[in-house]
């Protein structure tokens, strides 16, 4: 009988040796999963500072687009009023033209007049294309920034994934391990 006992109580001894081996294992397993974890809040912390950096030159970008489309908008009037003034000029030359016998020296003062306004008309359009070329600019980098906003959304979201996944696996293992120390607890007593 007493053969029995200690037989009984050496299995006894060899699970609860196994049983603590396998706790410690699925410590070490915790630390290391914590590990990751804290890996992957930096990780996520970096990218949502990256992300504020890139929304605040998005405002940037955006505040400057603005400024240019006022100032298109601005351009424009200013093309349209020296149109309006140019039709003027012109029919004020048709008018010098029928005159141009008795007024030589009116229609030279107008010729000169006319030949500024369309100088001062390219110099409106040259003006007109750069603030077009500038508004094309902060369009394409406005796109490539949108772009670089949704990646980091991308990489934030997976990042995510991969914190729930851990997070559950963690859980799983802290549960078995509660049910293994109950488990021991039942024996010893």
Same mark, same amino acid.
């Given at each position: 009988?007493?053969?029995?006992l200690?037989?009984?109580?050496?299995? $006894?001894g060899?699970?609860?040796?196994?049983?603590?081996?396998? $706790?410690?294992?699925?410590?070490e397993?915790?630390?290391?999963?914590?590990?990751?974890?804290?890996?992957?809040?930096?990780?996520?912390?970096?990218?949502?500072?990256?992300?504020?950096?890139?929304?605040?030159? $998005?405002?940037?970008?955006?505040?400057?687009?603005?400024?240019y489309?006022?100032?298109?908008?601005?351009?424009?009037e200013?093309?349209?009023?020296?149109?309006?003034k140019?039709?003027?000029?012109?029919?004020?030359?048709?008018?010098?033209k029928?005159?141009?016998?008795?007024?030589d020296?009116? $229609?030279?003062?107008?010729?000169?007049?006319?030949?500024?306004?369309?100088?001062?008309k390219?110099?409106?359009?040259?003006?007109?294309m750069?603030?077009?070329?500038?508004?094309?600019?902060?369009?394409?980098?406005?796109?490539?920034l949108?772009?670089?906003?949704?990646?980091?959304?991308?990489?934030?979201?997976?990042?995510?994934?991969?914190?729930?996944?851990?997070?559950?696996?963690?859980?799983?293992?802290?549960?078995?391990?509660?049910?293994?120390?109950?488990?021991?607890?039942?024996?010893?007593?």
């Open positions: 009988m007493i053969f029995l200690e037989k009984e109580g050496e299995k $006894y060899a699970e609860a040796a196994e049983a603590s081996t396998k $706790y410690a294992q699925a410590l397993e915790v630390k290391v999963r914590e590990s990751s974890i804290i890996q992957l809040q930096k990780r996520i912390a970096e990218a949502e500072t990256k992300l504020k950096q890139q929304q605040g030159l $998005y405002e940037a970008v955006r505040s400057d687009r603005n400024l489309s006022k100032n298109l908008i601005e351009s424009q200013e093309i349209a009023e020296m149109k309006r140019f039709k003027i000029m012109n029919h004020q030359i048709e008018q010098l029928e005159e141009i016998q008795q007024k020296q009116a $229609y030279i003062k107008e010729h000169i007049e006319h030949a500024k306004a369309d100088k001062e390219e110099g409106l359009k040259n003006d007109l750069r603030v077009k070329k500038q508004v094309t600019a902060a369009e394409s980098t406005m796109k490539n949108e772009a670089e906003v949704a990646k980091l959304n991308h990489i934030i979201a997976e990042a995510d994934a991969e914190r729930f996944r851990q997070k559950k696996e963690y859980d799983i293992t802290i549960n078995e391990r509660d049910i293994l120390g109950t488990q021991l607890i039942r024996r010893n007593d």
